[in-house]
Nanobody, 114 residues
Framework: QVRLVESGGGLVQAGGSLRLSCVASGSILSNNGMGWYRQAPGKQRELVATITSGGRTNYADSVKGRFTISRDNAKNTVYLQMNSLKPDDTAVYYC????????WGQGTQVTVSS
């Protein structure tokens, strides 16, 4: 069974940066397209960024130019570098496969103050 553990969230002022990490156990991330998702209070979970097994990336329009998804297959880890953060980025952030989801992890809270 695959277990996903997200970390790196916190409280940051608008304009600040955070780097999120997602470690997977029980499977090999390198074989999978992966994504970062977020869910704000009262809203549905949304896709933020994806990275294919080959390293191709794609971003939601709301984060394009500010967020960067990457992966370190040797560490079985996916990252999300978030720069120029805005209060609208406040949410719980999760990682998972881009399709055919594994069980969701606990996520990591990102709070951006204005």
């Amino acid at each position: 069974q695959v277990r996903l553990v997200e970390s790196g969230g916190g409280l940051v002022q608008a304009g600040g940066s955070l780097r999120l990490s997602c470690v997977a156990s029980g499977s090999i991330l390198s074989n999978n397209g992966m994504g970062w998702y977020r869910q704000a209070p009262g809203k549905q979970r949304e896709l933020v960024a994806t990275i294919t097994s080959g390293g191709r990336t794609n971003y939601a329009d709301s984060v394009k130019g500010r967020f960067t998804i990457s992966r370190d297959n040797a560490k079985n880890t996916v990252y999300l570098q978030m720069n120029s953060l805005k209060p609208d980025d406040t949410a719980v952030y999760y990682c998972n496969r881009a399709t055919y989801y594994w069980a969701w992890g606990q996520g990591t809270q990102v709070t951006v103050s204005s």
